[in-house]
């Protein structure tokens, strides 16, 4: 009796140090960057360019920003439908095909390829082949395979997560599939889906291997221009640190990006709650 | 419409469920199936409105017939599954408004009136016994209701798709007695417009709803009949048995 009570609480130690180190890991690193990156963070930082020479030693990473933000939503406008287009035939039409087990195992192993692959990849579709050239195109296209898998994985959660009785008892008073996908199961999903679209638009925006072969530029306007390189804040940093232009500098762009993927991992993660809520 | 079962077998995966079951479910009438649990009659049910066949491995020989038209001649199961409703064992709301639930399957058959809809719905509430609790809720979320309401508000949706035939599967077997009271008064009236097949564990239930009894035992037919003949003559020894709760 003593000895089962003695290693409940060995495990619950274990699991609360367990939790504990992750805090603690998590805590140094915003502490770190805070304290390193926090001097350089002003409005200044965030909405003015890089100047200088080398560029970047000040100024700061407006220009950054806006590639990121382009860049991601490029990735999720051209991944996101496909995706969940995939996910919805995984779950509710496919069921029992084959066709259903080889898309799984495609988007398995779409998962497991490194993202400088994909970023090659890009580069010969989208940059020599479509003839994009090294531009904001080609890198939010590569970016947007990359996140492919991501977001049917995700997607297929939300729905499997739906109750299945509302399957049963939708299509047991005759209707279609689709009626019932469109009034039922897809509202019902939506947070679920939403809050995964979120995730990949954070790792979409966290990504370097992918756009520094399709996309990135040591300097560029922030046109908007699509068939034009831009700058974004991985790379950006990246150069800063490796090319020792300005620790702090660097140091600053990395809390900002850090804040953002915050940003989008809280609200998804507040989506997912939402759900959890609701019916 | 009169319902009948000819030599009907169905499993899933292989291992056989329903064994050669031959049945009649008599027309405008309350049809019971009692048996011990797991002898096959939610298999039974759901074959009769083709759900089973979502299910995995789901394979059958045989035949059912709804009058005179083959349950399984139709491709498309939809058509036969309006015409043949199904009320499962937990009450299931959808997460939609109360109305909403009553006009599900309404609105897709392609019913676009107002005015047409809401009397639609009113009607299948009335008829299901609910409208007086909810008349004044029609939109709160259908999860707002209690157990018993929801499968009260299951039943108005069944009957909101038209259906020629009712199939309810223990219907009251999470419900309190005074719901169970309701819903067993609702399929009393009821019955006399549309067939009824009713299944229950309760036999206290079936002799208080039944026109007719059928016992099921391990996927086949043991023995079926009126009520009365069921409960007070059987002619099977494990009838007896099982109806005098020896089973
Ligand atoms: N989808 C399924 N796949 C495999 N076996 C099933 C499935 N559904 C039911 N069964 C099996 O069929 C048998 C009969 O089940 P069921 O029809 O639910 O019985 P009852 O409703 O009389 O309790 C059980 O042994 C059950 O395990
Ligand atoms: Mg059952």
Redesign the interface.
């Known amino acids: 009796m003593n000895w089962r009570h003695g290693q409940d609480r060995l495990w619950l130690a274990a699991f609360w140090g367990a939790g504990l180190l992750i805090l603690l890991i998590l805590g140094s690193i915003l502490s770190c960057l805070l304290i390193k990156g926090g001097p350089a963070l002003s409005l200044d930082f965030l909405t003015t360019g890089p100047k200088g020479t080398p560029l970047g030693i000040s100024g700061g990473i407006l220009p950054c920003l806006k590639g990121t933000i382009s860049l991601m939503a490029i990735a999720l406008t051209a991944a996101a439908f496909p995706g969940i287009v995939t996910a919805v035939y995984l779950v509710e039409f496919g069921e029992h095909s084959r066709l259903k087990n080889i898309i799984n195992l495609t988007v398995q192993c779409m998962a497991g390829i490194p993202s400088i692959v994909t970023g090659l990849f890009g580069y010969a579709l989208f940059v020599v082949y479509s003839g994009f050239g090294i531009s904001l195109l080609a890198g939010g296209l590569s970016l947007g395979i990359m996140v492919f898998p991501v977001i049917v994985v995700t997607a297929r959660d939300a729905l499997l997560g739906v109750n299945p009785l509302y399957r049963l008892t939708g299509l047991s008073l005759g209707v279609s599939r689709r009626y019932l996908l469109v009034r039922v199961i897809l509202p019902q999903a939506l947070p679920g889906i939403l809050s995964g679209l979120l995730l990949a638009a954070g790792y979409a925006a966290g990504a370097t291997a992918p756009i520094m072969v399709t996309a990135a530029a040591i300097s560029a306007g922030s046109s908007g221009n699509l068939f034009t390189p831009v700058m974004a804040l991985p790379y950006h940093l990246y150069i800063l640190f490796s090319q020792h232009i300005s620790l702090e500098n660097a140091y600053g762009t990395a809390l900002v990006l850090v804040l953002l993927l915050l940003l989008l991992n809280t609200t998804a993660l507040w989506l997912r709650r939402i759900k959890e809520k609701g019916a | 419409m009169a319902l009948y079962v000819k030599n009907f077998s169905a499993g899933f995966a292989g291992h056989q469920i329903l064994k050669t079951v031959t049945l009649r479910f008599k027309k405008n009438q309350i049809n019971v199936i009692v048996g011990p649990s797991g002898c096959g009659k939610t298999t039974l049910l759901k074959s009769i409105?083709r759900?089973a066949e979502?299910e995995?491995g789901f394979s059958f020989s045989g035949e059912i017939r709804l009058g005179k038209e083959n349950v399984y001649a139709n491709q498309d199961p939809?058509?036969?599954?309006?015409?043949i409703?199904?009320v499962?064992q937990?009450p299931?709301?959808?997460?939609?408004s109360i109305k909403e639930n009553v006009l599900?399957?309404p609105r897709?058959?392609g019913c676009r009136d107002k005015p047409k809809l809401a009397t639609v719905a009113e009607h299948c509430l009335q008829r299901a016994g609910l409208w007086a609790e909810v008349k004044d809720k029609l939109d709160l979320?259908a999860?707002t209701l209690s157990g018993g309401q929801k499968q009260r508000l299951?039943i108005a949706?069944?009957l909101a798709?038209e259906p020629e035939v009712l199939l309810l599967d223990e219907p009251c077997s999470s419900l309190d007695p005074a719901s169970t009271k309701l819903i067993e008064a609702l399929l009393l009236d009821l019955a006399g417009q549309l067939t009824i097949v009713l299944v229950t564990h309760n036999l206290f239930q079936a002799n208080r709803v039944a026109h007719e009894v059928i016992f099921l035992m391990d996927g086949q037919v043991i023995e079926s009949g009126s009520r009365d003949q069921m409960f007070s003559h059987p002619e099977q020894a494990e009838t007896k048995a099982f109806f005098s709760g020896l089973l």
Request: charged share 20%; hydrophobic share 50%; net charge positive.
């Open positions: 409105n759900t979502m995995k939809s058509v036969i599954r309006r015409k409703g199904l499962f937990t299931v709301a959808l997460p939609l599900f399957g897709y058959f979320p999860r299951a949706r069944a798709a």
